[in-house]
């Protein structure tokens, strides 16, 4: 028998249990409702959390994922360390160099390195992912800014690295992006080396390194020549110390030495006789 079929003139246990069932169907709706609440909620929160939790800026990832640069795309400021002014200039100056020989140069900032720690080797990867083939990538260059460590590097297709050479090459990742990239100069930092690149391609002669002024002003490590003039002096005060310290007293307790004994005087004593009585 169902509940609204009785009305008013049901059983008392029937018209309870109905009652009781009625209850019971509500609480399991409120239940219900609440539950999938929940759930939403839940769903929500843990959408926020992922995204919160995420890297802020997967630099590496983000330039390893990223497409090959296009026709007029030779700059990918990753970090946003370059001005638009810069970016124009470094943009110039690569397509010149493509433009004049055929080769490509493309120049990419990172904040800081976390997966691959070493410049090189992720400069490595990113030129294979651009370029897999091998004549893909024989007259293509990457060259790496890293802000955080302030070092750079530059890898080279096997034609491309050849008509640069290894000599300017390792110049340019060790002289001109270390030391512009430590007076906040990234901007100088890649320019100048597009151009050392741009000269050395089109058989100019190669403007050079940074000079050591710059260098110095720039840095507060000293050079080879530097230690070696101040390890040198050094070792010239420690050693007069070490002469006076020991050297000097011993010639003082010599002469104390020497003094008393001169000064000591000697005493003259006769045998004495015993036994011996004096006559009157």
Known sequence: ???????????????????????????????????????????????????????????????????????????????????????????????????????????????KLQFETDAFAFADKVIEHWYPTAADGSKKAVLILVKASKEGALVAGPELGKKLGSALMDSISGDNIPTFSEQEKFGEALSSSLRRMQAKLAGQADPGAPTVEVAKSGSTFKSKKETEEKRGSYVTVVGG????????????????VNKGAEEEPVVARGPVKRGAKARK
């Not at 246990?13 to 929940?38: D, E, F, I, P």
């Not at 992922?50 to 990223?66: K, Y």
């Not at 110390?241 to 104390?256: R, S």
């Open 1 to 111: 028998m169902r509940c609204a079929a009785g009305g008013h003139d049901a059983p008392p246990s029937l018209l309870a249990r109905c009652v009781w069932k009625g209850a019971l169907a509500r609480l399991v709706l409120t239940l219900g409702h609440s539950a999938a609440s929940g759930l939403t909620a839940l769903s929500l929160a843990l959408t926020l959390a992922g995204a919160s939790v995420a890297p802020a800026a997967a630099s590496e990832l983000d330039v390893l994922s990223s497409p090959t640069p296009s026709t007029a795309n030779y700059v990918l400021d990753d970090a946003k360390l370059l001005s638009r002014s810069a970016i124009t200039e470094l943009t110039k100056l690569a397509a010149q160099i493509e433009a004049d020989t055929g080769y490509r140069v493309s120049v990419v900032t990172l904040r």
């Open 241 to 256: 110390l070490l002469v006076i310290a020991f050297v000097v007293p011993m010639v003082q307790y010599y002469g104390y």
